[in-house]
């Protein structure tokens, strides 16, 4: 069965420098999602992308944050300038289906992002 | 905005009896209920969801039961099995794509 893949799995970087997180969506899948979930709270939605585009953010996805599809297979999310409560479990997810069935999205096993 | 409430933290059963998780939220407008099982070194995997016009839904040893009046929603899992030791999540949607998510439940699934 498909699945979405990400990487690194572990991503360990400094204060202040940015990083590039990796996913790799189902192949027919229509949706991408970017969820984080930091050490011991809820799982988090980040964003949604639709069609190239941001369909849907969250307070915390603010300017420090973008998403990209460079090439119709990749999904990344960029964080310009980490800072220690980026700390958490970064999630990738997509959905192939439209309208309301789109939230029944797969999830990749995630990257655990450390920032020092 | 939409909050989701998650009761027990974690659960203890004997192989074989059922074990139950109950959800609670807030928002009226929320139309959809996923359910979460994520294992050790995995993302969250859906393994069953309901939506609001529906009030049982039922997938072999799972089901779920939705409460809109009393905005409460639940997980049986009848017949456990020691593969179904795992965290689990609920969660409720209202408008738009984002999911809200209930802080999980730890299940252990006892020989």
């Known amino acids: 069965e498909p699945e979405v893949t990400q990487t690194p799995s572990h991503q360990v970087t400094q204060m202040g420098q940015e990083v590039i997180l990796r996913c790799v969506p189902i192949?027919?899948?229509?949706?991408f999602y970017w969820y984080r979930q930091i050490l011991g709270q809820k799982v988090e939605f980040l964003v949604s992308f639709y069609n190239n585009e941001i369909s849907e953010k969250s307070e915390i996805f603010d300017d420090q944050f973008s998403v990209e599809r460079p090439d119709g297979s990749n999904f990344t999310l960029k964080i310009r300038s980490t800072k220690l409560e980026d700390s958490a479990m970064y999630f990738c997810?997509?959905?192939?289906?439209?309208?309301?069935?789109?939230?029944?999205?797969?999830f990749g096993p995630g990257t655990r992002l450390t920032v020092t | 905005g939409e909050n989701v409430e998650q009761h027990p933290s974690t659960l203890s059963v004997q192989e074989g009896d059922s074990a139950v998780i109950k959800c609670t939220y807030s928002?009226?407008?929320?139309?959809?209920f996923p359910w979460y099982k994520q294992e050790l070194g995995k993302g969250p995997q859906l393994i069953i969801d309901?939506?609001?016009?529906?009030g049982e839904k039922k997938d072999q040893r799972i089901a779920v039961t939705l409460n809109k009046t009393a905005k409460h929603f639940s997980l049986h899992i009848t017949e456990t099995q020691p593969e179904d030791s795992a965290v689990y999540f609920c969660?409720?949607?209202?408008?738009?794509?984002?999911?809200?998510f209930g802080k999980g439940t730890r299940l252990h699934i006892l020989p």
């Open positions: 309901i939506r609001s016009n529906v």
């Open positions: 928002d009226s407008a929320s139309n959809y």
């Open positions: 192949s027919n899948h229509l949706y």
């Open positions: 969660a409720a949607s209202p408008w738009g794509d984002k999911i809200i």
């Open positions: 997810a997509s959905s192939r289906k439209t309208g309301t069935a789109r939230k029944s999205c797969s």
